[in-house]
T-cell receptor, first 115, second 112 residues
Framework: DTAVSQTPKYLVTQMGNDKSIKCEQN?????MYWYKQDSKKFLKIMFS???????INETVPNRFSPKSPDKAHLNLHINSLELGDSAVYFC??????????????FGPGTRLLVL | AQSVSQHNHHVILSEAASLELGCNYS??????LFWYVQYPGQHLQLLLK??????LVKGIKGFEAEFIKSKFSFNLRKPSVQWSDTAEYFC??????????FGKGTKLSVKP
């Protein structure tokens, strides 16, 4: 059983298009994250939702809009895609519980290539 | 702001060699520290984590890490690497909002 799943796994699209990436977790977690991994493998937090409420919104262009319809899902919509958006996007989840001691579980990643 | 430094960008070892990957963090207070591994084309998997207690932490696949507070370090070690350990290794510290702050990663290549 996949704990954190993402769709699609690969996404190739043209500049200017709008695309969405979906994330679902079946772990019963209440906190979900989006991370971006650039071409140099550097991972950086983009957004975090706790119980469907946005708690982290890093300096990400407002073309990126996360949406959490329920605690098990955190989708990422990207408008007007640019070449620099090409990266691997990882979703992660954890149980908020008693603080930072909970492990984050990562999805398989979505490889986005903007042409 | 918290930050993590991984000094080794790419480490190349032969099978059976010992491994130590460096990790230093910037925050002087209570920290939660993690090592994640990313095998080629795969997602990140937790190797081990430290929250408190014994500073020598044992993880999966024979990995261990030692938390040295005075050196702000959390180095990853393995006595004898295998070809299957070829991967990217990320050190991370827990952020104030429960997110992870990652180092830039160390690529490990193990020659058979």
């Amino acid at each position: 059983d996949t704990a954190v799943s993402q769709t699609p796994k690969y996404l190739v699209t043209q500049m200017g298009n709008d695309k969405s990436i979906k994330c679902e977790q079946n772990l019963g977690h209440d906190t979900m994250y989006w991370y971006k991994q650039d071409s140099k493998k550097f991972l950086k937090i983009m957004f975090s939702y706790n119980n469907k409420e946005l708690i982290i919104n890093e300096t990400v262009p407002n073309r990126f809009s996360p949406k959490s319809p329920d605690k098990a899902h955190l989708n990422l919509h990207i408008n007007s895609l640019e070449l620099g958006d090409s990266a691997v996007y990882f979703c992660a989840s954890r149980r908020w519980a008693s603080g930072d001691q909970e492990t984050q579980y990562f999805g398989p990643g979505t490889r986005l290539l903007v042409l | 702001a918290q930050s993590v430094s991984q000094h080794n960008h790419h480490v190349i070892l032969s099978e059976a060699a010992s491994l130590e990957l460096g990790c230093n963090y910037s925050y002087g207070g209570t920290v939660n520290l993690f090592w994640y591994v990313q095998y080629p084309g795969q997602h990140l998997q937790l190797l081990l984590k430290y929250f408190s207690g014994d500073p020598l932490v044992k993880g999966i696949k024979g990995f261990e890490a030692e938390f040295i507070k005075s050196k702000f370090s959390f180095n990853l070690r393995k006595p004898s690497v295998q070809w299957s350990d070829t991967a990217e290794y990320f050190c991370a510290v827990g952020g104030s909002q429960g997110n992870l702050i990652f180092g830039k990663g160390t690529k490990l290549s193990v020659k058979p």
